[in-house]
């Protein structure tokens, strides 16, 4: 009993955690509770520990609270120590370099994905993505990537789910989003506008690892008026081939998996 109590205790702290990593910069004890379904005086507590071990930091301005300088910390360990990332990088600058357009790669994890790096666009206006918060998998080109090519009762109980929309083009009929799925394993890449965010065409490609498995993708994004629907289609080859470099490096040396 005493291990099942410490177990739900730690999933608790790691759920109020993840609520700030995927929601806004700045949370308060009523809405933590509301959205974890926990007593204010449950929640307090767990703020007040999280802050005294500096994962969290009081946010006087609004009465709340932030993620602290721990939980920066752990941040920049792990996006060090991605090999994802380490990998895709060198493959992402020459790839932001031939298209003149931001270069991201992002990762597969519970409950969706995060964006890891980019290599910004160097011109004046263009798009820059929020690396490390974590978006779903039904929404936009480097998601729908991913999903596409998860093992087919993984990706069923996300498209089961309830969908949340982004942006008012976000897809939100599961059959619809199901065709485009088949579509992206067909031809190995996705394409996207204003899905995710108002404004941003994207190209994405997925990423596999060593079993085949789908870990990640890339992506190229910018402006639509500039990455509008035939660009887009030019520069999916592109994307596609450096998504195939990266897992190449990753030790896959298959194709697209089925």
């Given at each position: 009993?005493?291990?099942a109590?410490?177990t739900?205790?730690a999933?608790r702290v790691?759920?109020?955690?993840?609520l700030?990593?995927?929601?806004?910069q700045?949370?308060?004890?009523?809405?933590?509770?509301r959205?974890?379904?926990?007593s204010?005086a449950?929640?307090?507590?767990?703020l007040?520990?999280l802050?005294?071990?500096?994962?969290l930091?009081?946010?006087?301005?609004?009465r709340?609270?932030?993620?602290?300088?721990?939980?920066?910390?752990l941040?920049?360990?792990a996006?060090r120590?991605?090999r994802?990332?380490?990998?895709a990088?060198?493959?992402?600058?020459e790839?932001?370099?031939?298209?003149g357009?931001?270069a991201?790669?992002?990762?597969?994890v519970?409950?969706?994905?995060v964006?890891?790096?980019?290599i910004?666009?160097?011109q004046e206006?263009?798009?820059?993505?929020?690396v490390?918060?974590?978006y779903?998998?039904?929404?936009?080109s480097?998601?729908?990537?991913?999903?596409?090519?998860?093992a087919e009762?993984?990706?069923?109980?996300i498209?089961?789910?309830?969908f949340t929309a982004?942006?008012?083009r976000?897809?939100?009929?599961?059959?619809?989003?199901?065709?485009?799925?088949?579509?992206i394993r067909?031809?190995?890449y996705?394409t996207?506008?204003?899905?995710r965010q108002?404004?941003?065409?994207?190209?994405?490609?997925?990423?596999?690892?060593?079993?085949?498995?789908?870990?990640?993708?890339?992506?190229v994004?910018?402006?639509t008026p500039?990455v509008d629907?035939e660009t887009?289609?030019?520069?999916?080859?592109?994307?596609?081939?450096?998504a195939d470099?990266?897992s190449?490096?990753?030790?896959?040396?298959?194709?697209?998996?089925?």
């Amino acid at each position: 009993m005493a291990e099942a109590s410490g177990t739900e205790a730690a999933g608790r702290v790691a759920d109020v955690l993840l609520l700030f990593a995927d929601g806004p910069q700045s949370l308060g004890v009523t809405e933590v509770a509301r959205q974890l379904d926990l007593s204010k005086a449950v929640v307090h507590r767990i703020l007040t520990t999280l802050v005294d071990r500096h994962l969290l930091a009081t946010d006087p301005g609004v009465r709340g609270y932030r993620l602290g300088s721990g939980a920066a910390a752990l941040g920049a360990r792990a996006l060090r120590e991605s090999r994802l990332r380490a990998e895709a990088m060198p493959v992402l600058r020459e790839l932001s370099q031939v298209t003149g357009e931001t270069a991201t790669v992002s990762a597969r994890v519970a409950d969706g994905r995060v964006y890891l790096d980019q290599i910004e666009s160097s011109q004046e206006i263009k798009m820059t993505v929020e690396v490390g918060r974590r978006y779903p998998l039904h929404a936009g080109s480097s998601s729908n990537c991913i999903l596409a090519f998860l093992a087919e009762r993984e990706r069923e109980d996300i498209l089961t789910a309830e969908f949340t929309a982004l942006t008012d083009r976000t897809i939100l009929d599961a059959d619809t989003l199901r065709e485009r799925l088949t579509q992206i394993r067909e031809q190995g890449y996705a394409t996207s506008a204003s899905e995710r965010q108002l404004g941003a065409g994207a190209v994405a490609a997925p990423v596999f690892g060593v079993d085949g498995s789908v870990i990640g993708s890339i992506s190229v994004c910018g402006p639509t008026p500039r990455v509008d629907d035939e660009t887009r289609q030019k520069l999916a080859p592109l994307v596609r081939t450096a998504a195939d470099t990266i897992s190449r490096r990753l030790g896959w040396r298959g194709g697209l998996p089925a």
